[in-house]
């Protein structure tokens, strides 16, 4: 048996097995308003960086600690870099170290949520509500007012001062 059929298989099972042990953290309910956007992968690979493709359709994870955005302290919002739709403004940002920019909540309606089971044990990962696009995975460790920490590729994002 190979590597990638045998981690198919784990990954089917734990979902199977761990279903009742997963969390959700959902924004997705008020992501219908948003109108969504729809394109093929020719597309996208035509609008996209290679590295942007790679996290936002492939679910890819860039390197910790490679994104200028990390250390982004301005006054903005954050945006889709494929769509533009804001996700998070910067009063949501702080320091998690992690090397990757971190968030404690996202704007309304901005993000839809599903569970993740590619590195066997459940984690909830987030897409923008309007394109689709991988952006991360939310985790319960960050600071209050929520408690939650979403975890962000910088290379998914755009940043807007202002």
């Known amino acids: 048996m190979n590597r990638r059929l045998f981690l198919k298989i784990g990954t089917g099972l734990v979902g199977i097995v761990g279903a009742p042990v997963m969390f959700a953290i959902s924004k997705a309910s008020a992501g219908d308003v948003i109108g969504k956007l729809v394109k093929t992968n020719a597309e996208w690979k035509r609008l996209l960086t290679p590295a942007q493709y790679d996290v936002l359709r492939e679910e890819g994870t860039e390197a910790p600690y490679s994104s200028p955005l990390n250390d982004e302290?301005?006054?903005?919002?954050?945006?889709?870099?494929?769509?533009?739709?804001?996700?998070?403004?910067?009063?949501?940002?702080?320091?998690?170290?992690?090397?990757?920019?971190?968030?404690?909540?996202?704007?309304?309606?901005?993000?839809?949520?599903?569970?993740?089971?590619?590195?066997?044990?459940?984690?909830?990962?987030?897409?923008?509500?309007?394109?689709?696009?991988?952006?991360?995975?939310?985790?319960?460790?960050?600071?209050?007012?929520?408690?939650?920490?979403?975890?962000?590729?910088?290379?998914?994002?755009?940043?807007i001062a202002g």
């Not at 009063?91 to 569970?115: E, N, V």
């Not at 939650?148 to 910088?154: A, D, M, Q």
């Open 73 to 159: 302290k301005r006054v903005g919002t954050f945006v889709c870099v494929a769509c533009e739709l804001p996700l998070f403004t910067s009063k949501f940002k702080f320091d998690s170290g992690t090397g990757w920019p971190s968030f404690y909540d996202a704007l309304p309606g901005s993000i839809a949520t599903q569970t993740d089971y590619k590195l066997l044990l459940p984690r909830t990962e987030y897409h923008c509500a309007r394109c689709g696009g991988h952006h991360g995975h939310v985790f319960k460790d960050g600071p209050a007012p929520t408690g939650l920490r979403y975890c962000n590729n910088g290379v998914a994002l755009k940043f």
